[in-house]
């Protein structure tokens, strides 16, 4: 029996070669980072790890993502990107709260770094995030999940350059608590980064409205329908990151014109909000039992 999988598409192969780059170097970091005692380089080997992982949670979700809308999934799979962003999101702040905990730690307890160890390996580690970055951009102007697998990959590359900072200080000055304040940089800088990423991710799944659509404004047009009287009981949401859907009670001044009436409306919403969804239930004046809630059942 033939199993209908999605085709690799070119992005599919770039997602796969940044995985099997930064899956290397994440392996030569903590190696170094072993041996030459910095904590930064090895912070950054963890984040770096925790990229590759983004990469193939991203690669992972873009395939489901693709598959079509079954009986056990009727909406399609689609989310499954947005999950997906949710999930490297929240383990970009894990990891933040956890590099800041070690950066204060060595910030009173201070070790000997080995500073050329650092340099050329966070070197070495600055040109693999400069090719996962350059394979994955694309990607990520179009997707929140692949924007999310992004940032894990541009805060590695900054961390990288500041892991290098803190490398020829040390060579130079042997200035010690460097390691832990370019830890805690990097901490800070990773939060702040993940912190604003993920409250769009969360806005989709707590089945929230467009931030660029008023639901006030939807309501006003809908009524400003010659054949329509009231709009009530209205749900506007978001399907994934590109797909709104409406659902909402319109009472008509008669049924003569209804599927005139349903096509104008769904006509309009598509090309003045992008709502490419929109389901109506149609009532006459004095028809509706009970309050009718303006938005919202």
Do not use: C
């Not at 990891?95 to 204060?104: D, I, N, P, S, T």
């Not at 604003?196 to 467009?210: A, E, H, N």
């Amino acid at each position: 029996m033939a199993h209908d999988h999605p085709r690799l598409d070119p992005g599919d192969k770039r997602v796969a070669a940044a995985v099997g780059v930064n899956f290397l170097l994440t392996f030569v970091q903590i190696i170094a980072g072993v041996l030459s005692g910095s904590l930064a380089l090895i912070a950054d080997a963890i984040h770096n790890f925790s990229d590759a992982l983004s990469l193939v949670i991203a690669f992972a979700a873009r395939r489901i993502a693709r598959k079509p809308a079954d009986a056990k999934m009727t909406f399609g799979y689609k989310r499954a990107e947005v999950v997906a962003a949710l999930v490297n999101y929240t383990t970009l702040i894990v990891v933040a709260f956890y590099l800041a905990a070690e950066g204060v730690e060595r910030l009173f307890n201070p070790v000997a770094v080995e500073g050329w160890i650092v340099v050329v390996v966070a070197g070495v580690a600055l040109v693999i995030d400069t090719i996962t970055a350059l394979l994955i951009f694309k990607l990520s102007k179009d997707s929140m999940n692949m924007r999310a697998a992004f940032v894990h990959n541009m805060a590695d590359a900054l961390g990288s350059i500041a892991v290098i900072v803190a490398g020829t200080l040390i060579l130079l000055y042997d200035w010690r608590l460097v390691d832990p304040i370019v830890t805690l940089g990097i901490s800070a800088y990773i939060l702040w980064h993940a912190i604003i990423g993920i409250k769009p991710v969360i806005r989709v799944l707590m089945l929230g409205s467009p931030s660029a659509v008023s639901a006030q404004d939807v309501m006003a047009r809908l009524e400003d329908d010659p054949e329509v009287v009231d709009v009530h009981h209205m749900h506007l949401w978001m399907m994934g990151e590109y797909e709104s859907s409406l659902d909402a009670h319109v009472v008509l001044r008669r049924f003569d014109h209804l599927e005139d009436v349903k096509i104008r409306l769904k006509e309009m919403l598509e090309a003045e909000f992008g709502i490419q969804h929109s389901v109506f239930e149609f009532e006459l004046p004095g028809t509706h039992q009970g309050e009718a809630k303006d938005i919202g059942s």
